[in-house]
């Protein structure tokens, strides 16, 4: 059954379920987790146990892979440009946010304001990504950045963000930590 790519979620909640959650990603390269970041960014955090809670992520596919930079997905469209969950959350990160190996992030457009997020996230494939504190921060892989790295090794080589193999989220499933 093929993802849905619209979603018209009511506004999530403003508090996670949990202070220890843990989202596990299972892709078609595998499962890595994310220890969510529920005390320092509840609102975001919240937002995302809800949309893994309603599927806003299953079936859709890593978008964007820019090797030694980024992986990007979460979008129900599998374009990039897709509605997401049908509301946006902000929660603007601190001025000292930075953005190094393992952490994941909200993806906003450029126009949008500091903190904006909706259904796109990303995982930091770097050392230092050289961001700026714009991206609310939804918490840190902890487990299975290998697999993150299969998924990074999917990238064209030529910087475009294309995906030479489609890399799908299957689900993303939270849990207590």
């Known amino acids: 059954m093929p993802a849905p790519t619209e979603f018209d ?6 508090e996670p379920s949990a202070e220890d959650l ?8 595998g499962a890595f987790e994310i220890t969510l970041a529920t005390k320092d960014n509840p609102m ?6 809800y949309m893994a809670e309603n599927g806003v992520f299953d079936g859709s596919p890593f978008h ?26 902000d929660e603007p990160p601190p001025a000292d946010t930075s953005y ?13 304001p500091p903190g904006r997020s909706a259904s796109q996230f990303f995982v930091v494939t770097v050392p230092d990504a050289g961001l700026p504190p714009d991206y609310a921060v939804a ?14 090794a999917q990238g064209n080589p030529d910087g475009s963000g294309d995906p030479l193999e489609p890399v799908i989220i299957n689900s993303v ?5």
């Open 44 to 49: 975001t955090t919240a937002s995302f146990e």
């Open 22 to 29: 843990v989202a596990v990603v299972d892709t078609t390269c």
């Open 9 to 14: 979620l009511d506004p999530p909640p403003t």
């Open 100 to 112: 190094t190996e393992g952490v994941v992030a909200m993806a906003k457009s450029p126009v949008e």
């Open 64 to 89: 964007r892979i820019i090797p030694n930079f980024v992986v990007q997905g979460g979008d129900p469209a599998g374009t990039g440009t897709g509605p997401g969950p049908g509301y946006t959350v």
């Open 139 to 152: 918490g840190e892989v902890t487990e299975g950045f290998d697999v993150v790295e299969a998924i990074e």
């Open 173 to 177: 499933t939270i849990e207590e930590g």
